[in-house]
């Protein structure tokens, strides 16, 4: 584990333009630099850096980070791997630290674990003369099978031995790589099957499919759980392909590892799996964040079509207005590999040009089999369109669905939103004012981009202090890192330490508008004139609240305490 410290004075030394001009031309632009984003396909400049806050922004794709992040995403590094090619450019040595303090809240050797297992499986495949035939035989080159670190478990049951001398040590199990059977036997989870390396964003080894070479069940078999391992969360082949995705905008998930890996031998780089289970929703909101579409290819049979029914539902509550999500069902004797490798790239992507928008596939399959002639078939439709048209939040793509509903239904859009109870945007009544809020919205966005641009004004907050909404939050989490700092954080080392977490998309966002900062913009006043506000809305509030037990009960409805605090309020 690299030290914080060492995080904050590499950000330190760095200078975020020298860094990104390395590998994209940069324009000076007021106070600013700008240049097309090295992260999508675009014909004028959205991309734009700021020297004095040392982070870049996206305007078009909402690529956002430090000059860390710029390297992990646009050379495809891990964190480590970004951190010492950073460090070596200023000269500085990356040092080591074994710590129970982890973002992760996992112990750093399970991930070298996996990769000593990794490159065991990797010089395994070297010598099985069989599993290389297998992988020859679906017509995968030496090329991709190293681009995807694919390897081969041997058959016996306790292979892992000879790489691992504490074979029988906890982190074996914890990884999921040996089982232990009910009297104390251990033996390997894999064998004699192809690995295929599942790799996070940071190109971490965290888990393995294991498919076999024969015949033999399960066809597939994934690491369990585990400390590094959540299926719901992780996709395999994304690291390998985030780059393609953010040059073409477009993302295609499919059902099996070797749809991706075949894919990419074709030239489909751009593909990943779900890892045995249903699309989830993490799945959704992960690549809505990289990509403008989304393209589900699953098998024409019963489950591929369950798949793509239950990716429909967990996609419809993200929907973004501006994105796309379709649906591409090849013919039911070919999956994504049998398909590309039978008839080529070409044929695959006129066939992904041709998928259904989520639109399409949703209208379809709630119509299926009924008489719209008929009023039972009409109802039936509205029965099953109400809980997903009630699910989508993205306002055009709700709007549109709703009126094609109502068309087939009979009836019109005000009958529909009355009978499911939606309120359209154009009737929903603009709510009233309360008469004291915690802590205003905009007031906290303000206090938020405050505390980004010069963290050690957070020493001045309250312990106690507590805000509302996403904003509230992010302080909230800001302000529990910062104390255990003793508030000696830099800006850029502190957007750093959120990269990936659930604060960071509102951080990115509240960081990106202090781009309209002029340089005489005084960060120190505007705290000054927030703290103070902050301070009348919390003597407002607790003057409603003695204001209306007086009202009920007199003044001797208050302590002797509450009555001076209430007429020193009232004074004020």
Known sequence: MIPRSFIQDLLNRLDIVDVIERHVPLKK?????????????????????????????????????????FVMEHLGLGF????????????????????????????????????????????????????IEYLKGRGLSGEIAARYAI???????????????DYQGASLEETGLVISSDNDKRYDRFRDRIMFPIINQRNQVIGFG?????????????????????????LYGLFQAQKSIRAKQRVLVVE?????????????????????????????????????????????????????????????PHLQDGKRVNFLFLPVEHDPDSFVREFGRDAFERELGQSLPLSEYLLSEIGRGLDL???????????????????????????????????????????????????SVAHVPRPALKKATRTPFPVQRLLLQCLIAKPALASSLPSDWHGEGAEGDAIAALLLVLREADFAVSSPALMQMFEGTIHARILS?????????????????????????LDDGHRRERFMALQGRVAQGGLPSLSSEEREEYLSLLRR
């Not at 992260?39 to 870049?56: C, D, G, L, M, R």
């Not at 909101?285 to 989304?294: C, G, N, P």
């Not at 393209?295 to 539902?313: H, I, P, S, T, Y």
């Not at 009409?378 to 993205?394: C, E, G, K, N, V």
Request: proline share 4%.
């Open 151 to 165: 390897g081969y478990a041997p058959d016996g049951w306790q292979n892992l031995s000879a790489v691992f001398p």
């Open 210 to 234: 294991g498919r076999v070479l024969d015949r033999g069940e399960p066809k597939y078999l994934n690491s369990p759980e585990t400390a590094l391992f959540e299926k719901g969360h992780e």
């Open 29 to 69: 632009a007021g106070v600013n630099y700008v240049a097309c984003c090295p992260f999508h396909s675009e014909k004028s400049p959205s991309f734009t850096v700021s020297q004095a806050k040392q982070f870049y922004h996206c305007f078009g794709c909402g690529a956002h980070g430090t000059a860390i992040s």
């Open 373 to 423: 002639s008929t009023q039972e078939g009409r109802s039936q439709l509205l029965h099953r369109a109400r809980p997903l048209l009630s699910a989508i939040t993205s306002p055009v793509a709700s709007l549109l669905l709703r009126k094609k509903v109502a068309e087939l239904a009979g009836i019109s859009q005000e009958e529909l939103e009355t009978l499911f109870e939606i309120k």
């Open 256 to 316: 099996g590892y070797m749809d991706v890996v075949a894919l990419a031998q074709h030239g489909v780089e751009y593909a990943v799996a779900t890892l045995g289970t249903a699309t989830t929703p993490y799945h959704i909101q992960k690549l809505m964040r990289l990509s403008e579409q989304i393209v589900f290819c699953f098998d024409g049979d019963k489950a591929g079509q369950k798949a793509a029914w239950r990716a429909l539902e967990n996609a419809l």
């Open 80 to 131: 480590v791997e970004a951190v010492e090619e950073l460090a070596k450019s200023v000269g500085m040595q990356v040092p080591h630290e074994r710590s129970s303090e982890n973002f992760q809240k996992v112990a750093p050797d399970l991930y070298e674990v996996m990769q000593v297992a990794t490159r065991y499986y990797r010089e395994q495949l070297k010598l099985s003369r069989r599993a």
């Open 509 to 533: 966002q509240a960081e990106a508008d202090m781009l309209d900062w002029g340089a005489s913009f005084d960060v120190d006043a505007e705290f000054a004139g927030l703290m103070s506000r």
